[in-house]
């Protein structure tokens, strides 16, 4: 395959993944917003959109390994197609995380016994939904700086999701069980969601610098030459 032509198909491959990207996020913010009692998506249309993702996912898959075979690049463009094969999974188990959120929506707002929404469920997912872009933007530009910044907010929405965790369960003694299992299901994708978003700066670092990156360790940006 020539050379201008992969550069081509690379190129393409980086704008679909982009698009499902935003796809992906799209449907975060509206499954999130149906656990806040905001929004107007149905889950007819939550479930839409997760088969429309499943579908990219799919085709993106298909062509980064027919790259791979064919051309059997090396250094950073090997580099940037591996990446893109773990962004791609990544994002569409993003899309089912989302999925889950609107069905313990609905079954909440199905309770007739709901405990009061715990501030930490807005906190978290304000920052769940900024991790996602921010580690999505940090691939657009190449960005290690980005990704580790993106990688440092794990932490406050792992405490986030214990403080609301504590709180359903003070709930559950009051008699709110089923009510509070569905919020702990919500912060529990909520946090899961932070998690794909920081495994997605890990592979951009990788991606950027060609090293790997596990558990937190190595991510401070490399010095700039002076």
Do not use: W
């Not at 707002?109 to 978290?124: F, I, K, Q, Y």
């Not at 792992?158 to 509070?180: I, W």
């Amino acid at each position: 395959m020539p050379h201008k032509h992969f550069d081509e198909r690379l190129a393409d491959l980086e704008r679909r993944l982009l698009a499902m990207s935003h796809k992906v996020e799209s449907i975060v913010r509206d499954s999130v917003a149906m656990a806040m009692g905001k929004g107007d998506s149905t889950i007819d249309e939550i479930y839409a959109a997760d088969d429309a993702i499943d579908e990219e996912e799919v085709g993106i898959e298909e062509s980064v390994i027919e790259l791979l075979a064919l051309h059997q690049p090396m250094a950073s463009d090997l580099r940037l197609l591996v990446t893109m094969l773990k962004v791609n999974t990544d994002l569409e188990r993003i899309g089912d995380h989302a999925v889950n959120i609107a069905e313990a929506a609905i079954r909440l707002s199905e309770s007739t016994d709901r405990p009061p929404r715990p501030p930490e469920l807005d906190e978290m997912s304000r920052i769940a939904r900024q991790m996602l872009r921010g580690s999505l933007d940090a691939m657009v530009h190449r960005s290690d700086e980005e990704a580790a910044a993106v990688m440092a907010e794990d932490d406050r929405v792992d405490g986030l999701h214990e403080s609301v965790f504590r709180v359903m369960l003070t709930h559950m003694l009051e008699g709110s069980l089923t009510a509070c299992l569905q919020v702990i299901l919500i912060s529990r994708n909520i946090e899961r969601i932070a998690d794909l978003a920081t495994n997605i700066s890990e592979d951009v670092i990788f991606m950027v610098r060609g090293e790997t990156v596990r558990h937190g360790a190595g991510v401070e940006p490399e010095p700039e030459a002076g």
